[in-house]
């Protein structure tokens, strides 16, 4: 059997490929960045672009509103695909199960084929009492992540700088209580670097490493203003997430889900200069991850 095993290690690196193969890198543009593009417009730009895929909002101003989602979402995923893209993934506002847009927009996304969507988020209030908001976000976490069993959809939630979560550390306790199968985590590298500072956002990666669902790539750093020290976004390689161990994480947990490119830093208008820095960030994404 070791025989067996060396000789595949051999033959792998002489074909130039790794014995255990990686699973297939699938990039994604965040379609917020394109908001004056119809859906087949922006299926072809974001093809053009060098992505695989497309992050579409379903949200307020997004792509497809929420309560047109039933009617539109098929009709958007449709003419995305036409380009030869894939829609693995949607970015929503919901934060309640009980809205009543909830049921019939997942319902109508896993329908369509779309496996992954991103939740809304959860504010921490004026209240000192931290602990109550924490655990009445895990109860609504519970709840959207039943529905979404239910509507056949996995839920990924984000951890955004200055919401609860961000850290990971405060939610973790609530997602290691539902199914796997339907619940993890929206992995956002920027915003757990700059809530973690130096290394507490390496140790939050390893964290949610097993429960990794989607994740998203944008890059900051920190810098002083005539109003203090400010987290400043920047393109993808000139901050200071250290991508290179953000790679080796990815593949030493097989992730394989849909890694979804932002744009937050400042870019000149138009949809050229957008499409211009989508290409350069992508490239830089390639090369780590």
């Known amino acids: 059997m070791l025989a067996v095993t060396a000789q595949a ?13 990686q ?18 417009d922006l299926g072809k730009a974001v093809k053009d672009a060098g992505f695989e895929g497309v992050d579409l909002t379903v949200r307020a101003g997004g792509h497809v509103l929420p309560e047109r989602a039933p009617d539109d979402l098929p009709k958007a995923v449709d003419a995305i695909m036409a380009h030869g893209l894939k829609v693995p993934m949607i970015t ?17 996304a896993a329908k369509s084929g779309v496996k992954y969507f991103k939740t809304g988020y959860w504010r921490y209030s004026a209240s000192s009492d931290v602990r109550a908001q924490v655990a009445a976000t895990g109860k609504a976490l519970a709840e959207l992540a039943a529905l979404a ?7 990924g939630f984000h951890n955004h700088q200055a919401y609860i979560g961000a850290a990971l550390w405060d939610i973790a306790p609530s997602m290691d209580r539902l199914d796997p ?25 390893y964290l949610v490493a097993p429960r990794l669902k989607m994740v998203a790539i944008k ?8 109003k203090g020290w400010e987290v400043e976004n920047c393109p993808l390689g000139e901050g200071q997430v250290d991508w290179t161990f953000v790679g080796k994480a990815l593949r030493d947990a097989n992730f394989a889900g849909p890694i979804s490119l932002h744009l937050e830093y400042e870019i000149p208008p138009g949809t050229r200069h957008t499409l211009d820095a989508a290409v350069r960030d992508l490239a830089v994404a390639r090369r780590h991850l």
């Open 181 to 205: 199968r339907w619940a993890g985590y929206y992995f956002d590298p920027r915003h757990a670097v700059a809530e973690g500072g130096g290394g507490s956002w390496k140790a939050a990666t």
């Open 92 to 108: 929503t506002e919901l934060t309640s199960a009980t809205a009543p847009v909830a049921r019939p927009l997942l319902m109508a």
């Open 149 to 155: 069993a239910e509507s056949g959809i996995e839920l």
């Open 9 to 21: 290690a051999i033959a792998g690196a002489i074909a130039g490929t790794p014995a255990t193969a």
């Open 219 to 226: 890059d900051c750093r920190w810098t002083k203003s005539a």
């Open 23 to 40: 699973p297939r890198r699938e990039f994604c543009l965040f379609s917020k960045h394109l908001p004056e593009l119809a859906w087949g």
